[in-house]
């Protein structure tokens, strides 16, 4: 996992914990199950992870206010041509339906 938050190199405590603990079944099993090997991981580029966010977050809200206001245009539309004479909306519904 260090190298995914750093460049820095590991302090020895950390290898021999990590080698001790490595160094058990119980450990390897455990690095198993978690998919930790020992291969180069680029470190999280964490500006990256907070700018993809963002912009995840604002295409959300874009889209919700784009649908929201469509639903409210459309039942402005709705209620005027409930509020028209019998003939318009005949020939409203008419026209729409073709």
């Known amino acids: 996992m260090w190298p995914k938050f750093t460049n820095r190199p590991q302090p020895q405590q950390l290898l021999d914990v990590r080698q001790a603990v490595l160094g058990t079944s119980i450990g390897q099993q455990v690095a198993l199950q978690l ?34 206001i469509t639903r409210e245009v459309i039942i402005q539309i709705v209620q005027k041509i409930e509020s028209l004479n019998p003939n318009d909306q005949s020939f409203i519904k008419n026209a729409i339906c073709k």
């Open 35 to 68: 998919g930790i090997t020992d291969k180069k991981e680029e470190p999280v580029n964490i500006a990256s992870v907070a700018g993809n966010t963002v912009n995840t977050v604002i295409q959300q809200i874009q889209q919700t206010a784009q649908d929201t």
